[in-house]
């Protein structure tokens, strides 16, 4: 069974970083592109960033290029995404996908939020 479970979001203030991260299993994770993508009330869902299989490509949003990094380490079977310089407008519930033609998996999220 395919599972993707995320971990590292929290309440973090304004300026402030934060690592997500998100245990792949069920599945051959190097085999696989790998996306975050992020859901809030208004704005609906925003695919955030993307990798690769074997990571040597990385793509990223507008609205967070330069501030977050996506990474994965596949002898852990975890992607991660450091989030950096937030913004009140990242509060987001942010869940990892996997590629195959489309995001055919998802977690089911952590939450950040950015707040002072």
């Known amino acids: 069974e395919v599972q993707l479970v995320e971990s590292g979001g929290g309440l973090v203030q304004p300026g402030g970083s934060l690592r997500l991260s998100c245990a792949a299993s069920?599945?051959?994770?190097?085999?696989?592109?790998m996306s975050w993508v992020r859901q809030t009330p208004g704005k609906g869902l925003e695919w955030v960033s993307g990798?690769?299989?074997?990571?040597?490509?990385?793509y990223y949003a507008d609205s967070v290029q330069g501030r977050f990094t996506i990474s994965r380490d596949n002898a852990k079977n975890t992607l991660y995404l450091q989030l950096n310089s937030l913004k009140t407008e990242d509060t987001a519930m942010y869940y990892c996908?996997?590629?195959?033609?489309?995001?055919?998996?998802w977690g089911k999220g952590t939450l950040v939020t950015i707040s002072s």
């Open positions: 996908a996997r590629y195959f033609y489309n995001f055919d998996y």
């Open positions: 990798i690769s299989n074997t990571a040597d490509s990385t």
């Open positions: 069920g599945f051959s994770f190097s085999n696989y592109r």
